[in-house]
RNA sequence: GCUCGGAUGGUGGAACUGGUAGACACGCAGGACUUAAAAUCCUGUGCCCUCAACAGGCGUGCGGGUUCGAUUCCCGCUCCGAGUACCA
C-alpha cells in the first residue's frame, strides 16, 4: 500500500490515548527528564501554524529522551483565564467558562491531530477551582509572610512579630513600606489589634499599597507596565491612564537581587537573560540629602525685611553664585588661612564661606547663630565706608558681623580662631525652627533640616553639581516653590500633564523646566544650588530627585545650556565641555576641594565614607523594579481570599479555599464603577464582611504551574512533597521570548518565595530554557481612512486628472499603498488626511498569495461598510465595480495589496490554520516540514515552498519498507557496508542535532540517510529497525506503523540505537588539495600516512605539477584528514 | 539613543573547535513515461567569460587586518529585525 498517513495517524493516536503509552511513571528508577511548553491561552482562533513550532521540538524531545532511557514528564494544560473571554462574555453574555471551555476543546483537537506525546492524564487549566485553590493558597502564604533581610529570605509573619514583641522595630531588617513606624515593645503591646494588622500590612510580602495605576477604562481594568505600550493597552489598542487606587502588590522587589544573581546559575538565552536584567535595573551609586536652604513659603508678613532662614535674594542668585565661585578661587591670603581653622567644625559650629546673604557674599558665616565673619583688606578708606554700609545691611537682616583684618588673621591666626569661637559659644541658636511652614516638608533626622535626597550613580561629580532637578508630581515641588515662582511651576506642571496624556513618546530632545525659587545646599561644599523642575526626572525612579553635574551627563549639560546654569568642570580629562558633556571616569579630580587630584574608584570611595560620617549620605543600590501590582477589575480570574472588616484586609481561612467565583449578572463594572464581583448576590464572608472585588492578574495562575503537573491530582496540597523532590525542576522549558520580562520574572519570584517557605527545593524553576523563533504571517495591506461621515459636504479633487466628487454619501475612502503624494492635488484638505492614516489588513483569503491581487468584490461583501468607498493602488482606483486606471499607469485593471511580513495574528488577518495543512499532507510531514524551515530560535514567515519537498522523502522513507507493488517487503540479509555507514551516520548525526536543539539539520540528514538507503537498494530488518527508531521522534505515526510491520511493539521506550563509530571509519580520503589556499582538486590518499610520505605524494602528482607550473613551492601545509595546500 | 540578534544562490537554509562554501529541500530548465495532464523518475542549476568542454575569473552585507588558509577570529562601517527608552 502507498503510504497511507490519514489513516496511519488516526489509529496511532487512538492506539497512544486509549493506552496511555506517554504517561510518566510516578515511581520509578530511570533517571527524570522534564520537558515543559508554556502553555496556551485558549483563544476563540485556535492553533495556527506559528503554535506548534516550540510543541513540535519539545515533542522531538521528549520522545528522544525516551529512547534514551529517561523517565519524561511531558505535559500540557491551558492558562485559562483571560481577557478574551470575558471581553466576549461582555458583548454576549455568554459566561467565560463556557467559551473557554470551547475553545479548549479546539486546542485539543488540533493538538491530538499533530500527534504530541504529552501526559493528558496530568492536564491543568489555572480556571479549574481545583486548581486555582492553590494559587489563593500560595497567595495567602504570601500574605503570612515577610522578608527578613537578615536571613536574606521570606519567612512567616509570626517571626516578625516575635521580634516586635521582643524589640520593637529597632532590630527590623526588613523590605517594606516606607511610612513604617518606629515603636518599642511597649508601644506594640499597646496597639490596638487594627493598628497591628495596620503595621504588619506594610511588612507582608503582598499587600495594599495606594499605588499609581495604569488605568485602563475601556476595559475598565488596571494593566501591568509591561501590558502597555506607548500609552495604549497591548491588548486592544485603547488608550491608558495614570490613575491612583488602592491595589494589591507583591513584594516581589524585596527579590531583586537573589532574581538578578539566579541568572548567572541557568542556561538561558542570553537575551532574556539581559531583558530581566534591564527590568530589574540594579544601579549601584550613593544616596546624598542635599538640605533645603529657603523658607519658599514665608508669607510676607513673616519673612518681612530678613529672610527667615538664611538664603540669597533670589533675583541676585546668579549674580551672588558666580562672584562666589571667584571669590573662593581667589582667596585672599587671610581668609585662606583663617578657613583653615574653621572648616570641619573646629570650632564646634558648622562654618560656611563664601556664603551669599541677601545681596551680598559673606566671606564666613555660621548660619545657626547668625554671626558673620569678615576678613578686610583693610587698605583703602573707601572699603572701610562700604563696610560700614555692609554691616548694617547684614543687621537688618538678622545677622551681626565681626570683623578681623588681614594682619591680624595672618600673623594671630589662632587668637582670631579663638575670638571666633568664644563668640559663637555666647551667641545663643537662631532656631533653624524658622523655617516657616515647614510642617509639609519632611524633616531630616537630628538635624531639623529638610532635605532632598537623590540617588547618583556618579556621586563623585558631587562638586560638579549646578542644580537639582525634581519630578514634577515630587511631594515637595509646592512647598519649595516661592510667590515669584508659582506662576511658572504650575504653568509647568499642567504643561506636563498635557504632555503625558498626549503622546509620551515626543521628543525627549526638547529640554523643559522650570526654578522653583528654592535652593539646596551641596553639602560638599556649602554651595547654594537652585531647585528645579523638569520631566525628565521620573518620579517613580529613585528618589523622584537628580543632582544636576551638566559637565558629566549629557542630559544636564543640554539642561544647563539651555537655561544658562554654570558647567564644572570636574576632571582634568574633561574636554570640550562647551560642546558637550564628557561622562569620562578617567583622569584626576579638580575644582572638587577635599577630592582633588584623586582618581574615580579612591574618590568613588572616598566620598561614600565622607557622606556617611557627615551623616549626609552613604553608599547605596537602586533596582529599577517596583513591586508588581497583583489585581484586575476583571471578572474572569482567581478570586482574591481576602475580606475586609473595619478597613483592614484577613485571610480567609485556609479550609474555606477555594473561593469560588460567584455567578453574576453582567460581566460589567457595577453602577458605583466597583468591579465585576460588585454584581455578585449574597457574596460576603461570614454573611457580614465584604470580600475583595478585584481578582488576580494573568500571570498569578502560570507562576507555579509546573509544579502542579507533577502532581496534579493532588488535594491536600499543590503537590506533594514526594514528587516535587522526584521531579524537582524543569529540565528543558521552550516559550516564546514575549514573556522575558513577566511570566518569566514573576514564576522564577514565586518559585524563591515557596523555597523560601521550605515547600520546594530549588532556588530556579527552568533550568533551560529555548525561545522558539516566531512563525510570521505575510499580511496583505491596505490604507484605510476617514472615519464614517466624517466627510462633510461636497470636495472636489483630482488624481492625474481624474475628477473625483465626494458628497455627503461618502463615508470611507480607502487607499492602497504606493500612491504618492504628489499623485493627488494637493489643495485638498482630504488628501492631506488620507496620507495621515495607518495601514490596515485585508484578510488574506481574499487574496492571491502569488500576485497579491485583491478580490475586490468579495472583500466588500464581506465588509459591506466599505460599500461607498474608493479604492486606490499603484495603478488606479476603484469604486463601485468600475476601476479607473491613473493616466500614467500600464492601464492594468487588477487590484494590488501590499504584502508585508508580521507577526501571525487573527487581528491581522494572516493567520495559516494548520488543519488544512494535516488534511492534505499529515501530522508527520507537518512535523518535520515545521522544523525544516530552519532553527528553532529564528523567526520566519511562513510559506508552504517546501512542504512537498517533506511530504516525497515520506513516501520514500514508506518506500524504503516496501516493494515495486507497494507490498511490505524486508530482507534478513546481513548488512553491507554502505549501509551500515548510512545507518550509524543518522544515528549520531540526530542525537548531536537534539542535544544541541538543531532539528532543521536532522531533517536533511534523514532525507540524505534515506536517500543513499534507496540509492543502495537496502531493504536491511536490521538497518531499517533502526532507522525506524531514530526517526520516530520527528515523524512518531509512520514510524509506529512500519515498528509494527517489522513485528514490533513499544516504540516510545525502545532504546535508541547506539552509535559505532567503527561504521564510518575510511582507509582513503580524498584531500583537497588547494595552492594558495584555492581549492584546485581532490587526490586520494591512504588515512593511515603521515606529512612527509603525503607531501611527496602530492608533489609527485601530475596535476599537481601542472599547477605549480615549474615553481618550487614555498611551504606545503598537510592536516591529517582535512586538507593539502600548497603555497607558491 | 542604548542593549541583543542577524545579513550566505531565484527561495528556505547547511558548513559543529579556522581546513573542499552553497549540503538538503523548494523553484526553475531540459528529458523519460502518458493521447494529454497529474503523479513518478532522470539530468542540469552560485555568478561571469565560453557553442561546449577544458581551463579561468569573481563570489558568504561593505572596508581593512591576523593566517599557509577566514562565512568562521580581530578592528571599523552599512543595512535589517527584536527589546528598551529621559533610570539619575
New binding site residues.
Given amino acids: 500500500m502507498d503510504y497511507q498517513f490519514k489513516q496511519i495517524e488516526q489509529k496511532w493516536q487512538k492506539f497512544w490515548a486509549e493506552n496511555q503509552t506517554f504517561k510518566a511513571d510516578t515511581n520509578s528508577t530511570k533517571p527524570k527528564y522534564y520537558v515543559l511548553d508554556m502553555f496556551p491561552y485558549p483563544s476563540g482562533a485556535g492553533l495556527h501554524v506559528g503554535h506548534p513550532l516550540g510543541y513540535i521540538a519539545s515533542d522531538i524531545f521528549s520522545r528522544y529522551k525516551r529512547l534514551k532511557g529517561f523517565n519524561v514528564l511531558h505535559p500540557m494544560g491551558y492558562d485559562s483565564f483571560g481577557l478574551p473571554a470575558e471581553q466576549y462574555a461582555i458583548q454576549t453574555g455568554q459566561h467565560p467558562a463556557i467559551t473557554t471551555e470551547a475553545n479548549i476543546a479546539t486546542y485539543r483537537r488540533q493538538l491530538d491531530q499533530i500527534g504530541f506525546s504529552f501526559d493528558w492524564s496530568r492536564e491543568v487549566r489555572t480556571s479549574e477551582p481545583g486548581y486555582y485553590k492553590w494559587t489563593q493558597w500560595i497567595f495567602m502564604q504570601l500574605f503570612n509572610s515577610w522578608y527578613n533581610l537578615e536571613t536574606d529570605k521570606a519567612e512567616d509573619i509570626s517571626t516578625l512579630i516575635e521580634k516586635f514583641n521582643a524589640a520593637g522595630s529597632a532590630d527590623v531588617k526588613a523590605v517594606c513600606d516606607e511610612d513604617i513606624k518606629s515603636f518599642m515593645p511597649s508601644d506594640w503591646a499597646a496597639f490596638s489589634d487594627e493598628e497591628k494588622q495596620a503595621e504588619l500590612l506594610k511588612y507582608r510580602l503582598t499587600y495594599l499599597k495606594e499605588s499609581t495605576v495604569n488605568w485602563c477604562p475601556a476595559l475598565g481594568t488596571v494593566l501591568a507596565?509591561?501590558e502597555v505600550k506607548d500609552g495604549f493597552s497591548e491588548r486592544g489598542g485603547h488608550p491608558v491612564e495614570q490613575k491612583k487606587m488602592m491595589q494589591w502588590s507583591m513584594r516581589i522587589s524585596a527579590y531583586a537581587e537573589r532574581l538578578l544573581q539566579g541568572l548567572n546559575t541557568i542556561d538561558w538565552p542570553?537575551?532574556v537573560k539581559?531583558?530581566q536584567r534591564?527590568w530589574i535595573?540594579k544601579?549601584v551609586?550613593a544616596s546624598v540629602k542635599f538640605p533645603i536652604s529657603l523658607t519658599p513659603t514665608l508669607s510676607e508678613g513673616e519673612g518681612a525685611g530678613s529672610y527667615g532662614y538664611e538664603t540669597a535674594d533670589p533675583l541676585l542668585w546668579e549674580v551672588l553664585k558666580t562672584n562666589a565661585r571667584v571669590n573662593r578661587s581667589h582667596q585672599t591670603e587671610g581668609e585662606d588661612a583663617l578657613w583653615q581653622k574653621l572648616r570641619n567644625s573646629q570650632t564646634g559650629h558648622k562654618i560656611r564661606r563664601q556664603h551669599p546673604i541677601g545681596t551680598y557674599i559673606a566671606d564666613f558665616i555660621c548660619l545657626n547663630k547668625r554671626l558673620i565673619i569678615e576678613v578686610d583688606g583693610g587698605y583703602h578708606l573707601e572699603n572701610q565706608e562700604n563696610d560700614k554700609i555692609r554691616t548694617e545691611a547684614l543687621n537688618q537682616l538678622g545677622f551681626n558681623v565681626i570683623r578681623f583684618s588681614n594682619e591680624e588673621v595672618l600673623n594671630n591666626i589662632n587668637m582670631v580662631a579663638e575670638k571666633i569661637t568664644s563668640e559663637l559659644n555666647n551667641r545663643p541658636d537662631s532656631a533653624p525652627a524658622k523655617v516657616g511652614n515647614s510642617a509639609s516638608l519632611s524633616l531630616g533626622e537630628g538635624r531639623g533640616e529638610a532635605y532632598i535626597e537623590v540617588?547618583?550613580?556618579?556621586v563623585d561629580t558631587i562638586f560638579g553639581v549646578s542644580f537639582i532637578v525634581l519630578?514634577p508630581e515630587h511631594e515637595l515641588v509646592q512647598a519649595l516653590t516661592t510667590d515669584g515662582q508659582k506662576a511658572d511651576i504650575e504653568n509647568y506642571i499642567a504643561q506636563t500633564k498635557k504632555k503625558s496624556e498626549l503622546d509620551r513618546m515626543a521628543d525627549?530632545k526638547t529640554v523643559s523646566g522650570a526654578f522653583t525659587g528654592s535652593y539646596v545646599i551641596n553639602p560638599v561644599n556649602d554651595e547654594f544650588v537652585p531647585i528645579w523642575i523638569a520631566?525628565?526626572?521620573?518620579a517613580g525612579?529613585?528618589t523622584?530627585a537628580?543632582?544636576g553635574v551638566p559637565s558629566g551627563d549629557q542630559?544636564d549639560w543640554l539642561f544647563a545650556k539651555h537655561f544658562d546654569l554654570p558647567i564644572i568642570q570636574i576632571l582634568d580629562t574633561q574636554t570640550d565641555l562647551d560642546v558637550e558633556a564628557n561622562a569620562t571616569k578617567e583622569g584626576k579630580y579638580i575644582n572638587s576641594d577635599f577630592i582633588d587630584n584623586l582618581g574615580y574608584k579612591e574618590a568613588t570611595s572616598y566620598l561614600n565614607h565622607w557622606l556617611e560620617r557627615e551623616g549626609v549620605g552613604k553608599a547605596k543600590v537602586n533596582y529599577?523594579m517596583r513591586d508588581a501590582i497583583f489585581g484586575r477589575q476583571r471578572y474572569w480570574g482567581e478570586p482574591i481570599p481576602v475580606y475586609f472588616k473595619d478597613g483592614l484586609p484577613y485571610l480567609i481561612k485556609e479550609e474555606e479555599l477555594p473561593l469560588l467565583l460567584p455567578e453574576i449578572d453582567k460581566y460589567l463594572p457595577t453602577e458605583s464603577g466597583e468591579p465585576p464581583l460588585g454584581r455578585a448576590a449574597d457574596w460576603s464572608y461570614e454573611d457580614q464582611y465584604e470580600y475583595e472585588l478585584s481578582t488576580m492578574p494573568g500571570w498569578a495562575g502560570s507562576s507555579w504551574y509546573w509544579y502542579r503537573y507533577m502532581d496534579a491530582q493532588n488535594n491536600c496540597d499543590f503537590a506533594s512533597k514526594e514528587a516535587i523532590a522526584y521531579w524537582k525542576d524543569v529540565d528543558l522549558y521552550i516559550g516564546g521570548?514575549e514573556h522575558a520580562?513577566g511570566h518569566l520574572l514573576y514564576s522564577r519570584f514565586w518559585n524563591k518565595f515557596l523555597k523560601d517557605l521550605g515547600y520546594v527545593n530549588e532556588e530556579e524553576p527552568f533550568k533551560k530554557l529555548i525561545n522558539q523563533g516566531m512563525i510570521q504571517g505575510i499580511s496583505q495591506k491596505i490604507n484605510i481612512s476617514g472615519s464614517q461621515g466624517s466627510t462633510s459636504g461636497s470636495n472636489n479633487y483630482r488624481i492625474n486628472g481624474l475628477q473625483f466628487s465626494f458628497g455627503d454619501k461618502t463615508e470611507r475612502l480607502i487607499i492602497s499603498q504606493d500612491v504618492k503624494v504628489s499623485e493627488i492635488d494637493k489643495g485638498s484638505d482630504i488628501a492631506k488626511e488620507f496620507f495621515k492614516t495607518s495601514l490596515h489588513n485585508v484578510d488574506i483569503q481574499y487574496t492571491n498569495e502569488l500576485t497579491n491581487e485583491l478580490d475586490i468584490e468579495k472583500y466588500i461583501k464581506w465588509r459591506p461598510d466599505y460599500e461607498n468607498a474608493i479604492f486606490w493602488c499603484s495603478g488606479g482606483c476603484w469604486q463601485g465595480g468600475v476601476f479607473y486606471p491613473f493616466e500614467n499607469s500600464n492601464g492594468e485593471k487588477r487590484f494590488f495589496t501590499k504584502p508585508e511580513v508580521e507577526k501571525m495574528s487573527k487581528s491581522k488577518f494572516n493567520v495559516v490554520n494548520p488543519d488544512v495543512l494535516i488534511e492534505n499532507y499529515g501530522a508527520d510531514t507537518l512535523r518535520m516540514y515545521e522544523m525544516?524551515?530552519?532553527?528553532l530560535e529564528?523567526?520566519?514567515p511562513w510559506n508552504t515552498?517546501?512542504i512537498?519537498?517533506?511530504f516525497?522523502?515520506l513516501r520514500?522513507f514508506w518506500r524504503l519498507f516496501h516493494n515495486e507493488e507497494w507490498i511490505f517487503h524486508v530482507e534478513d540479509s546481513i548488512p553491507a557496508k554502505a549501509e551500515l555507514k548510512a545507518l550509524h551516520k543518522i544515528i549520531k548525526?540526530v542525537q548531536?542535532d537534539v542535544e544541541r536543539f538543531?532539528f532543521?539539520?536532522s531533517v536533511?540528514s534523514f532525507?540524505?540517510a534515506v536517500?543513499e538507503l534507496t540509492d543502495l537498494k537496502c531493504k536491511n530488518r536490521q538497518v531499517l529497525e533502526d532507522l525506524v527508531v531514530v526517526l520516530s521522534p520527528y515523524a512518531p505515526h509512520i514510524c509506529e506503523e512500519l515498528w509494527s510491520l517489522l513485528g514490533n511493539t513499544n516504540l516510545s521506550t525502545t532504546p535508541y540505537p547506539k552509535f559505532n563509530p567503527a561504521y564510518l571509519e575510511e582507509a582513503e580520503f580524498?584531500y583537497?588539495v588547494?595552492v594558495?589556499?584555492k581549492?584546485?582538486m581532490?587526490l586520494n590518499l591512504s588515512l593511515s600516512i603521515e606529512q612527509d610520505e603525503a607531501i611527496s605524494t602530492v608533489l609527485a602528482n601530475e596535476q599537481v605539477q601542472g599547477?605549480l607550473n615549474g615553481a618550487t613551492p614555498k611551504?606545503i601545509?598537510f592536516?591529517k584528514g582535512?586538507?593539502v595546500?600548497i603555497?607558491i
Fill in positions: 507596565n509591561d542570553e537575551p539581559e531583558m534591564n535595573g544601579s551609586g540617588f547618583t550613580t556618579r519630578a525627549t520631566d525628565y526626572v521620573l525612579y529613585g523622584g537628580v543632582m542630559r529599577r521570548s520580562t525544516f524551515l530552519g532553527p529564528q523567526s520566519k515552498n517546501g512537498e519537498g517533506v516525497k522523502f520514500k548525526k548531536d538543531s532543521n539539520t536533511s532525507m540524505i536517500n580524498a583537497p588547494s594558495n589556499g581549492m584546485k581532490n599547477y611551504k601545509v592536516v582535512k586538507i595546500n603555497v
